[in-house]
């Protein structure tokens, strides 16, 4: 997320700008631009506000997404920083990717969007029962 706010201004600022490509691959994506000026995609120099008028545009991105990545510290400078907590980022597997930016294997079945893997957390939940028997 480079989020940016124009402070009054009217410029746009995009989290894709091309201009038609019909040779470019292009999906597995999350195109995110918040704040004032923020708008999802220039695409042939004509803004698209939703991932839906994009993806028309283009014929592209089946798989992409228009969501906040909710990154774990986003004021940090450090590449880690831009881990992210939105565990819905789903990637796909990309040969000759094993591990992420950090060295981490990705997950072969279903890694995670972006430079990072996700490790998801497997929660156990034990429910105990408590019951109180009587003996006449």
Known sequence: VNARSNNGGTGNHY???LANNTSLTEDYNNYYA???GGTLASYG???KTTLATLQSAN???AHSLNADPLFRDT???AATGLRVNNYTLAGTTIAGFATDFAGISRNGTAPSMGAFETNTLSIIIFIIRSETFSIN
């Open 34 to 36: 918040p704040g004032l």
């Open 75 to 77: 004021t940090s400078t």
């Open 59 to 61: 014929s592209k991105d």
């Open 15 to 17: 989290a894709l700008s």
């Open 45 to 47: 120099s004509v803004d």
